[in-house]
């Protein structure tokens, strides 16, 4: 899902003709809990 929605706004940005940011204007750290990692739904 995540890099789906990566991919999306690469693509919105060169459709727009922008340069897309570099460093982590694009990705924010959040934390994630790992306890059902490895695990089907």
Do not use: F, W
């Not at 890099?3 to 999306?8: G, I, M, V």
């Not at 727009?16 to 695990?39: A, D, H, R």
């Amino acid at each position: 899902m995540l890099r789906d929605a990566t991919q999306e706004m690469v693509l919105a940005y060169q459709q727009q003709n922008k340069e897309i940011p570099l460093g982590n204007s694009l990705i924010e750290q959040i934390p994630v809990e790992v306890n059902y990692v490895g695990q089907t739904a």
